[in-house]
């Protein structure tokens, strides 16, 4: 059974229960008190999870930020074309090494191909058959400008411009209005796709961060900043108008912030590395735990545009993404939410398949994705891309990413994929179904 | 003049419309400003506010960025490029590479400085409406940088902006399609006869002139396509109609553009366009949200009126956007109890606006552009072609927070481990916004004090009971004035949900 159950006091009892975050309702008088305090009294055994129940079901999705060198993260040991191509920072073939850099870890023996030796903790996932790497994903005519691509992988167009697809997945499913909370983005910035024409995603970058720090200031300001806030709040006031509009969300401000900082604070139920990513990932971890109402939740890593001196600091960089997801499986599999939560790991392009001069590599075209949770149809999937027919230097994709949403929305979020993306994509068979 | 733009009583305007008017107009004032306007009477005050090209500031320098690092390559470079791939001269090609990447960092550099630089002049311009209407204009032909990566480019469509912010919507109208930001940023670059790119036509109706679906047909945007080709720039510049290369790309046959019939080209296209109807309410309604009021959904049938019959004044006056402005600011539906401290501050105005008006220190304008960045509005990076949304839209529980957070962090200095903001150590004395108490700080009545502080900032007479907590607390503190205990209650005076509206 889940472990959760103390706290479950989520969203979804509320509305069963009549009550609902007052921002959801115009006559809120009545609502103030009760979901302010309600919160702070969780009603018994109610659980939030209903394994299989689509309306449970959580992606989370991992932006590796830079462009990620896909073939030194899963390696075509078994290919000489790889180690001509990069003769000072090509990774070992397994059981090898080449000087302080070791060899890779075993995938698949008969293809060759193999993982960056820093990935052990992704690759004790996939084999226990809880991971998958989709491999050659990109897109017709690739960008090799960070900010375009990265926006084409947002925005699932080749213009580069237009809502999120996630924000369009909100948009194309909430029946007109906004999900409160409905998508979380952890960061200093709102990821362009999670914003979509109704729903906006909640960002912030840590727990502390989403609360008043005028009382850091001088301490006694606590207690008028809670009066200011709840007393006299919306007497006298249209609930229609943007002022009603405004108290109600003050209101619901303060509930979820108790709410997540009380979440985070609790110890989580295993050992999260230090790395920055696995901070995230850990908040991500406690809001899932106290079974929060999100349906997506964004992270993201940066640092992978690796130009120069790529061997040490792309290792760095796989060890706090492999230990990361690691520590965030094992959570949730504790918690017993192991079933209900995707998470998807992209980059905005992978890097080409020549080394430059100064021992690291530039902005290339197609790389892998990865994918973990109970769900995915685990192992390595798809070809992996030719490193002889190449493209001006850089690797021919094999997977449009689009037939990636497709699935992901399809088969994940029971979403209809083609209306949210605007376009038919073949679906991609990623998920077990 | 139509009844429903019928003139304030001059008797009616006095301390509260001033500030109304400088809300919406400008961003705001301190309560000085505000009473100098409001000692001008209804009709100088809009005036003043409007003709502001009679008001001195220092011209803007079309060298204050530099032009040329995003330059076009040289035809020699070209050359030299291309006999190095040809001969596989990797070096070359690579230093090529590395330059280019060199010179994107610069840009980069340069952008954020643009965009220091513009929030600069928003805080300090003695002509607070022509901001509002530059920020008006970035919002409604919205281009960002991440598209076109010419920082430049992007200096020049702000000037654009600034130029026209009151001139007229029809000369800005050509002018962007001639806008080299514009014209990347949409793709017009690559609409030629052979291969028509539809973008900018497409966006030139749905979001700057008709509104979505409004009277026009996809058909009239292929014809519209048609029309723009040739529409295109070289390093800075606009190519000129009578270029060369203009008469390269450009399809001068017949074309069919909402019902009209000739050989248009782009200027054409924008002539046919501005003469419907339904343009003249689409921007009306657009400045209507922008300066009136943001509901979701349609105004009441007396705002409805307002914008059916300030519209018809606009096509009447040609576009022109001054008689258009005078007369929306003068009018008795703007100062309508409704539509005063009604509308959600764009992120923008809450900074600008409590700088302008409290006179705290600016601190860091990095810190400001990236607190106005977590509240959803990153300046020169907007979203999508369609701007900012606006409204309710800027507002959810992590947003309410930064903007709670960013005000603490203007008026103390002081900000929180996580949040990248430059420290500050200058102190802020608000003494000043209670001098027309004409007494020292300590002999002031608390909570008269308290009653104007709260008023001043939420321009509304507050509920009693939110004025209770407050007095309270000065009494805990002491219950006599300092300069550090009026910070603390602006601290939770700006906390107040009601702070957001102006």
Known sequence: MPDNHDSAYTRRLFLKQGMTLASMVSTAPLFIQRSALGLMHPAGSMLSSQPGIPDDRILVVVQLGGGNDGLNTVVPYGNNLYYNARPGIAIPAPGRSNGPQQGALKLDDSQGIGLHPNMAGFKELYDDGVASIVQGVGYPNPNRSHFTSMDIWHTAEHSAKGYGWIGKYFDNTCNGTPIPEGSIAIGRTSPLAMQGGIQKPVTFESEELFRWLGEDVQSDLDKPYTEINRSGVLEDVNPDSQMGFLMRTALDAQVSSERIRKAVARTPLVNYPGNNLAKQLRIVGAMIRDGMNTRVYYVTLGGFDTHAGQAQRHARLMLQFGQSVNAFYKDLKKQGNNSRVLTMAFSEFGRRVKQNASGGTDHGTAAPMYFIGDMVRPGLLGNHPSLSDLDSGDLKWNVDFREIYTAVLEDWLKAPAAKVLGKKYRKAKIIKV | ?502
Not at chain 2, 69 to 90: C, F, H, V, W, Y
Not at chain 2, 299 to 312: E, H, I, R, T
Not at chain 2, 450 to 463: A, M, Q
């Open chain 2, 1 to 502: 003049m139509a009844k429903s733009l019928r003139q304030l009583s001059p008797d009616k305007f006095d301390y509260w419309q001033a500030q109304h008017l400088l809300n919406r107009a400008g961003f705001g004032g301190t309560p000085s400003q505000v009473r100098a306007l409001a000692n001008m009477g209804l009709e100088k005050a809009v005036d003043y506010i409007v003709d502001y090209d009679q008001i001195d500031d220092e011209p803007v320098d079309a060298e204050t960025f530099d032009s040329d690092i995003m330059r076009p390559r040289t035809l020699d470079e070209n050359k030299e490029i291309r006999a190095a791939r040809q001969s596989g001269d990797e070096a070359t090609v690579q230093r090529y590479r590395l330059e280019r990447m060199k010179r994107q960092g610069a840009d980069r550099r340069q952008i954020a400085e643009i965009r220091r630089w513009w929030f600069r002049k928003m805080i300090e311009t003695p002509r607070p409406l022509q901001e509002k209407m530059t920020l008006f204009w970035h919002g409604h032909f919205a281009t960002g940088y991440r598209n076109i990566e010419d920082s430049y480019h992007m200096f020049i469509q702000n000037q654009l902006f600034r130029h026209n912010a009151v001139g007229n919507f029809r000369r800005l109208t050509h002018a962007i399609i001639r806008d080299p930001a514009m014209i990347r940023y949409l793709d017009n670059n690559q609409n030629r006869r052979a291969k028509p790119n539809e973008n900018l036509a497409r966006e030139l109706m749905e979001l700057f002139t008709l509104g979505e679906g409004n009277d026009y047909t996809e058909n009239d945007i292929k014809e519209g396509a048609r029309a723009l080709t040739g529409y295109t720039y070289n390093d800075d510049r606009f190519i000129g109609l009578q270029s060369r290369r203009y008469k390269q790309m450009h399809d001068d046959g017949r074309k069919v553009i909402l019902r009209q019939i000739g050989n248009f080209n782009g200027d054409d296209f924008v002539e046919i366009i501005l003469s419907r109807k339904v343009c003249s309410e689409f921007i009306t309604w657009k400045l209507y949200r922008y300066f009136v009021n943001d509901m979701p959904g349609e105004p009441n049938p007396q705002g409805q009126d307002f914008v059916v019959d300030l519209a018809k004044l606009f096509r009447k006056s040609k576009y022109e956007l001054k008689p258009f402005l005078k007369t929306l600011f003068k009018s008795e539906h703007f100062y309508e109890p409704d539509n005063v401290c009604s509308q959600i501050k764009n992120p923008v105005q809450l900074l600008v606006q409590a700088v302008r008006s409290l006179q705290t220190p600016t601190r860091s304008l990095q810190a400001l552009l990236s607190a106005a960045d977590l509240m959803g509005q990153n300046i020169m990076f907007p979203p999508s072609v369609k701007g900012w949304e606006g409204g309710r839209a800027w507002i959810n529980t992590a947003t309410i927070f930064v903007r709670q957070n960013v005000l603490v962090y203007l008026l103390t200095g002081q900000r929180p481990d996580v949040y990248p903001w430059q420290v500050d150590g200058t102190k802020y004395d608000p003494s000043h916004l209670l001098d027309h108490f004409e007494a020292p700080l300590r002999d002031i009545n608390v909570k008269e004090a308290i009653k104007y502080l709260v008023w001043f900032n939420l321009g509304r007479k507050p509920h009693e009971k939110r004025i209770a907590s407050l007095v309270d607390y000065a009494n805990k503190r002491g219950g006599i004035l300092t300069p550090e205990i009026l910070v603390e209650i602006l601290a939770l005076i700006t906390a107040m949900p009601e702070y957001q509206l102006c």
